[in-house]
């Protein structure tokens, strides 16, 4: 059950909140399937179907949280078929095109028609919490996704202190110091991926894909792009040969990757699925506790929200 991105936001260290007070609290908040006329339903469900009835999954004092989304598939090319075809009908009928009113009212009717039948399709989302430092952790490819996640939490919780997490450097000048002087800061290393774009209206882009950056020629490429101007918006990174990931402008970490050394000491001795998914929970939550300072000091340390 590896994270595959990671949106990361502060909470008070320690978060005083008891694992049986939030999986009360959540319960106002559980996934229920979208009813015949509703569009689209979200709640949270047991992480593991082993789980059973809660809702807060912990192991060694670190917990999961998972957020179902289901939408009603109702393309409105379908609909707007439907409409045009009886709005036609109802002119051959009476003589003249039905109006606009009379074409929204049409609208109206056939949606509610057709969404008891349209097909649902579900999604999930992860939420790492570590309430002992003070961390959580969507994993979502996006801020605005993270946001549905955290509207849903604050919407049971009776409060959540939470804010992003900020640094005293800016990502951006973090990676053009890496790519300018080819020297990564501690514990990481520059990977063969990264993005440099312009600030102005053009938003020119100059993509390096699988390119080793630290060559002569491909660094002095990048230097001349920097003092012309692009700054990098990604670069791939791995820390301490355990997580590759690439790190954004906003500050955001994704294609997280878990690297090889680490999966063969989980599966080592794992006899069952409940085994490894309370391995691979155990072991990622564990490097995250690790890699989340260490990403900080090299973006020079953590900023106080205040």
Not at 50 to 62: F, K, P, R, T, W
Not at 267 to 274: D, K, R, S, T, W
Request: overall charge negative.
């Amino acid at each position: 059950m590896w994270f595959k991105n990671l949106q990361l936001y502060r909470l008070p260290a320690p978060w005083n909140i008891s694992r049986e007070t939030l999986n009360a609290q959540l319960e106002g908040g559980r996934f229920h399937p979208c009813a015949s006329q509703e569009p689209l339903s979200r709640g949270w469900v047991a992480p593991r179907a082993e789980d059973g009835e809660a809702l807060v999954h912990s192991v060694g004092g670190q917990w999961l949280l998972t957020l179902a989304v289901e939408q009603r598939l109702l393309p409105s090319s379908v609909v707007n078929q439907e409409v045009s075809e009886r709005a036609e009908k109802l002119a051959l009928e009476q003589g003249y095109p039905p109006g606009r009113k009379a074409r929204r009212d049409m609208k109206e009717r056939v949606t509610e028609e057709f969404l008891p039948r349209a097909f649902t399709r579900r999604r999930t989302t992860a939420v790492w919490i570590d309430p002992r430092n003070g961390w959580l952790g969507v994993d979502a490819p996006s801020l605005i996704k993270a946001e549905e996640a955290l509207e849903h939490l604050r919407q049971c919780l009776d409060d959540l202190p939470l804010t992003l997490v900020q640094t005293q450097q800016s990502p951006v000048s973090v990676m053009a110091d890496c790519l300018v002087s080819g020297d990564a800061p501690a514990g990481f290393t520059v990977d063969r991926d990264c993005e440099l774009k312009s600030v102005d209206e053009e938003k020119a882009a100059v993509r390096y894909v699988h390119h080793p950056l630290e060559g002569d020629h491909i660094g002095e490429e990048i230097r001349a792009h920097i003092s012309n101007g692009k700054f990098p918006t990604r670069l791939a990174l791995t820390w301490d040969n355990r997580i590759s990931f690439v790190l954004t402008e906003k500050g955001e970490i994704k294609r997280l990757a878990f690297l090889d050394v680490l999966k063969e000491n989980v599966e080592q001795g794992v006899e069952n699925a409940e085994e490894l998914f309370e391995a691979e929970f155990a072991l990622m939550s564990g490097e995250f506790v690790r890699f989340i300072p260490a990403l900080l000091e090299a973006l020079g340390g953590e900023r106080s929200a205040e």
